[in-house]
């Protein structure tokens, strides 16, 4: 069955350092992932997408990698601060669908 | 600009009651979806609609039923709840095109008890 896997643990950094989150799927031929940002009794916030023949993608302080060979996504904040505070939820295409994965919680300590 | 408009924000409901969340877009989307979301499981797809007149099931249709009639209108029913429908619920639209990114609206937060 199809699965997509994110750091089930949460993620507490100190402000200016670097966090790295991992989205790993399995049984999926996506020909891209997407990344979004999701605040406290909020909706989810499209972040970013990322295509099956990119390596790698950025904007602004984000950046993301996608290794289809390793089944691998990876997203990296830089720089961070505690507005970057919030659980990143990455997804890949289903026919019409978008599957989620459980999310990682990102902590950024000023 | 609206974007997604989910109603009512909360709602507590007793075992066996009935009730419609209701979401409407204004970005005229065509496909529309319902998720919901518990902790620690991220989100579960319910049903979804690629058109006014079509929809289809989900990972986790049993206990609800949608229907769309409009572009802008996709209400989501829960005809006898159960204490295993506490959660979160969103609903969400996108363009037709591929990688198109879903808009969400702010969700449902439904407790039954």
């Known amino acids: 069955s199809q699965k997509i896997e994110q750091n089930s643990e949460a993620l507490n950094i100190q402000e200016g350092k670097t966090a790295t989150l991992t989205c790993n799927y399995t049984n999926y031929s996506p020909a891209y992932l997407q990344w979004y940002r999701q605040d406290p009794g909020r909706g989810p916030v499209f972040l970013l997408l990322?295509?099956?023949?990119?390596k790698e993608k950025r904007k602004e302080r984000l950046k993301v990698t996608f290794d289809t060979t390793l089944k691998q996504s990876l997203f990296h904040i830089t720089a961070s601060q505690p507005a970057d505070s919030a659980t990143y939820l990455c997804?890949?295409?289903?026919?019409?669908?978008?599957?989620f994965g459980a999310g990682t919680t990102v902590t950024v300590r000023a | 600009n609206a974007g997604v408009t989910q109603t009512p924000k909360f709602r507590i409901l007793k075992i066996g009651q009935s009730m419609t969340l209701q979401c409407a877009q204004d970005m005229n989307h065509n496909y529309m979806y319902w998720y919901r979301q518990d902790p620690g499981m991220g989100l579960k797809l319910i049903y979804y609609?690629?058109?006014?007149?079509?929809?289809d099931k989900g990972e986790v249709p049993n206990g609800y039923n949608v229907s769309r009639s409009t572009t802008e209108d996709f209400p989501l029913r829960l005809e006898l709840a159960a204490p295993s429908q506490t959660s979160v619920y969103f609903c969400?639209?996108?363009?037709?095109?591929?990688?198109?990114?879903?808009?969400f609206g702010n969700g449902t937060r439904l407790t039954v008890t």
């Open positions: 990322i295509r099956e023949n990119e």
């Open positions: 609609s690629v058109g006014a007149g079509i929809t």
């Open positions: 969400a639209s996108r363009q037709p095109q591929d990688n198109s990114p879903l808009h």
């Open positions: 997804a890949l295409p289903n026919d019409y669908k978008l599957s």
